[in-house]
């Protein structure tokens, strides 16, 4: 299960932080991504995070922006917008690897989500 927290209103140009908590005992042994969906428009991959936290990626469309990271001892994946714009209003997922050792960004992969959170930016 994966519980997210975080997001709401805010306005451009500030950060946002979002957590992602999740239980089970293999946290550690599974990728992480995060996804979000725009008013109106598909769900769009914007970036994972392997197992062992030391590697990440995403897509060329937010990678200056957006940082990704976790804390296996906390069973928990943090996703960090800086400079937020108009267009990243949309509600934030994470998900989890359908499969350990696993690192992609192909939704279809990833087997285990959160509620999704609201993210607001506003002028």
């Known amino acids: 299960q994966l519980v997210q927290s975080g997001g709401g209103l805010v306005q451009a140009g500030d950060s946002l932080t979002l957590s992602c908590a999740a239980s089970g005992q293999r946290f550690s042994t599974y990728a992480m991504g995060w996804f979000r969906q725009a008013p109106g428009k598909e769900r769009s991959f914007i970036g994972a995070?392997?197992?062992?936290?030391?590697?990440?990626y995403y897509p060329d469309s937010v990678k200056c922006r957006f940082i990704i990271s976790r804390d296996n001892a906390k069973k928990e994946v943090y996703l960090k917008v800086d400079s937020l714009k108009l267009n990243d209003t949309a509600v934030y997922f994470c998900?989890?690897?359908?499969?350990?050792?696993?690192?992609?960004?192909?939704?279809?992969?990833?087997?285990?989500w959160g509620q999704g959170t609201q993210v607001t930016v506003s002028t």
């Open positions: 995070i392997d197992w062992s936290g030391r590697n990440a």
């Open positions: 998900a989890a690897e359908i499969w350990p050792y696993r690192l992609g960004s192909d939704p279809r992969k990833y087997g285990y």
